[in-house]
C-alpha cells in the first residue's frame, strides 16, 4: 500500500497539482497546490503507517492517524457482513479490501458508522477474517467436516442472455451524456469534425426510414457487446458454494473480484427476477433475501445474487438447493378479474393524460401535432402491458413459505418464509375499497423489507394473512376484543 496509496493520492490532486505547474508561471498561489499535494501524499502515506487492527473476545477494533488519530470499534454480535473485494490496484500485490458491517448501510460515499474496511489485507488474512467473524459455528467443525459444496458455476454459455440485461444501454446512456455535458461545457460543436459530417451528410441523404433501421441496429449492437463485457467483468468465475459451518459463499469477477458469505441460518427466502428482455430469453435472476445485507444498494452491488442472468430452470434449481425446496415454481393462485381491470384502467388512463398534456402544449402553439398524436399510439401498447402485469400477478402459501408474484417489466417472484415475517399488513386504497380488493403486505427484517400481495380479494387476502401469521389477525377477524 505504500507503493499504491501516494498514486492514488497524486491522481486525486491531479487537477489541483495541474493547474499550479501549468497557469503558476512562479505566483506565489502556486506553492499552495504543489504543498496541497504534498500534504495529501504524505496524509494517506501516515494512513497507512498508522493503520492497526485488533480482534477481541468481543469487538473488532481499529485505529488510525499521526496527527489525527481515529479510533472505531463495532461489536462482533453485531456483525452481519465479511465482504472481500479485490480491485485491481490490491490484486497486483496479492491484497484485498476486508469491509466489516452490521448489515446498515450508509447513504455517503465512504463507509459509515455502522461499517469498518480494513484496506488492505492480504488475500489469506481475509478470508481468516471472513471464517473468524462470520463462521460462529467453525469451532464444531472438525478436519472431518466435508470440504465445501458447488452449487453453482458460470457457463459459458450464459453469456447469450448478456445483452438481453440492458446493462449496456445504461453504459451507452452515461456515456453519451457525459459527452454532451462536457461539450455543451466547452462550448464544443461535434459537427465541425469531418468525420462527423461525413456521417450525418450520409444519413441526410439516406431515406429516413432507412437511417432509423441503420440507427437502431447500430445501437443494438453496440450494447450487445457492451453488456457481454459487463457480464464478462462482473460475473466471470462466479462460484456459489456451500461451506460446512453453514454458510453460502459468493465469488465473482474477473478484474475486480469480490468474496461474500451469507449465513443460512439468515436467510429468509429467495426471489426471482424476469426483467422483460431477459424473460423473453428465457432467463433469470436469483436473489437471495436475507438479514444482515447492506440495505439500499441493489442486490448485485450487496451482494445477495445467488445467479447471475441464466436459464430459468437453472434459477430454479438454484432455489431449490439453497432452501431444500423450490416454492418458487408452486403453481399460483389466480387473482379476481377485478385485478386486471384496475391495471388496464391505469395504463390506458396514464397514456391519455400525457396525450391530452401534449395536446394542450400543441393547442397553445409549444409543440407541433405529432407528439400527442404518437402518444396516443402508445395507447395499445399501455394495454398490453396492462394485461401482461395481470398475468403476472399471483400468490400461493406452500408449506412455511408464502410466495408472491408480479410486475411485467421487471417481474419477480419471491418466497418469503412465514416465520421470518415480522407481522403482516392490509392495505386498501379508496379504489381498492370499491373493488373489492385488499394489497397484503409481509414486512421481513432482510431484502426490500417487505413483500407485497397486490390486488387479491378481499376474503382471500384476509384468509392468506391469518394463514400465513396463524392467530395475528384472528381477534380482527372474529371481531375480538382484549
Known sequence: MLLIRPVLDLVKSLPVLLGALLFGHGEPWQWVGLVFTAVAVFTGVSHVLTSRYRITATQVEWHTGLLLRKQRAIPRDRIRTVDVTSEPKHRLFSLAAARIG??????????????????????????RLRTLLLHRKAEAVTEQAPPEQLVAAVDRKWLRYAPFTLSGLAVVGAAVGTVYHFAHE???????????????????????WLSLVLAAAGLLVLVSILSVGGYVLSFWNFRLTREPAGTLHIRRGLITTRSVSIEEDRLRGVEIR????????????????????????????????????????????????????????????????????????????????????????????????????????????????????YRGLGHALTGRYLVTRSGSLDRGTAAVRCDGMTGIVVERSYFQRRAGLVTIIAPVAAGKGHYRVLDVGEADGLALADRAVPGLLTPFLTGERD
Do not use: M, N
Not at 468525420?195 to 431515406?207: E, N, Y
Not at 444482515?292 to 437453472?314: N, Q, V
Not at 400527442?372 to 394485461?387: C, D, N, R, S
Open 186 to 208: 466547452l462550448h464544443f460543436d461535434p459537427i465541425q469534425f469531418s468525420l462527423v459530417q461525413t456521417v450525418v451528410g450520409h444519413f441526410a441523404d439516406t431515406p429516413t
Open 274 to 389: 424476469e426483467p422483460l428482455p431477459l424473460r423473453l430469453a428465457g432467463g433469470a435472476r436469483c436473489v437471495a433475501i436475507a438479514g444482515g445485507l447492506r440495505e439500499g444498494k441493489g442486490a448485485d452491488k450487496s451482494g445477495g445474487l445467488l445467479l447471475p442472468p441464466a436459464p430459468l430452470a437453472k434459477a430454479h434449481e438454484v432455489v431449490a438447493e439453497v432452501l431444500g425446496e423450490d416454492p418458487a415454481a408452486t403453481p399460483l393462485t389466480r387473482h379476481p378479474r377485478r385485478a386486471l381491470y384496475r391495471r388496464l384502467s391505469r395504463a390506458v388512463v396514464s397514456v391519455l393524460l400525457l396525450a391530452a398534456a401534449l395536446y394542450g402544449l400543441a393547442w397553445l402553439g409549444a409543440l407541433p401535432d405529432w407528439p400527442w398524436q404518437a402518444a396516443l399510439v402508445l395507447l395499445p401498447v399501455a394495454a398490453l402491458v396492462g394485461w401482461d402485469r
Open 102 to 127: 452490521t448489515g446498515r448501510h450508509s447513504h455517503g460515499k465512504g463507509p459509515g458508522k455502522d461499517e469498518l474496511v480494513l484496506d488492505a489485507v492480504t488475500i489469506a488474512e481475509a478470508q
